[in-house]
């Protein structure tokens, strides 16, 4: 029997890759010595409330990588995506039943004094941090993508 695809990615994830696009807004300060913004995600997030972690969002069929980037980060910032670079991809596979999710991960420069939270029902506060001294507890998937943005920054 033939089944329609949800229309949620994260349920699409649990039967077949599904495509995200994660992004580290960052100050534009120069490489090695800005800051990067974080967002604390709250009740209403689909996974790890209370984490701290970069934004990312599906990617649209017919939508290129950069319009999901500068999509997500108007939704979930309310910030205009300045600079967007490609700076990795990611193959990540999470949980029992697993969820399969290819993250193409870019590095945004936006505008800290445009930012503000977007999706209050899935953030619950923003902050930007240095990297030497990043907030806790961190969604499980931070530390790998940050090691992608701390690469691009060398």
């Given amino acids: 029997m033939d ?5 949620r990615p994260g ?4 039967t077949a890759p599904t495509v995200s696009c994660v992004f580290v807004c960052h100050d534009g300060q120069g490489r090695g010595a800005g800051r990067v913004l974080l967002a604390r995600r709250g009740a209403g997030a689909r996974d790890e409330p209370g984490t701290w972690d970069t934004g ?3 990617l649209e069929h017919g939508e290129s990588f950069e319009a999901a980037v500068a999509r997500e980060v108007r939704e979930e910032y309310t910030a205009r995506a300045l600079a967007i ?3 990795g991809v990611r193959n990540i596979l999470r949980g029992d039943p697993v969820s399969h999710w290819v993250a193409v991960v ?3 420069e936006v505008d800290p004094s445009r930012v503000t939270i977007g999706e209050p029902h899935k953030f619950d ?5 240095t990297l030497d001294d990043l907030p806790a507890p961190r969604h499980s998937q931070l530390e790998e993508t ?3 943005f701390r ?3 060398t």
Wanted: contains cysteine.
């Fill in 106 to 108: 870019c590095a945004v």
């Fill in 3 to 7: 089944h329609a695809p949800s229309a």
């Fill in 56 to 58: 990312a969002g599906a």
């Fill in 125 to 129: 506060a923003l902050g930007w941090f």
């Fill in 151 to 153: 690469t691009w920054q």
């Fill in 11 to 14: 349920d699409r994830a649990l």
């Fill in 85 to 87: 670079e490609t700076i």
């Fill in 146 to 148: 940050l090691a992608l």
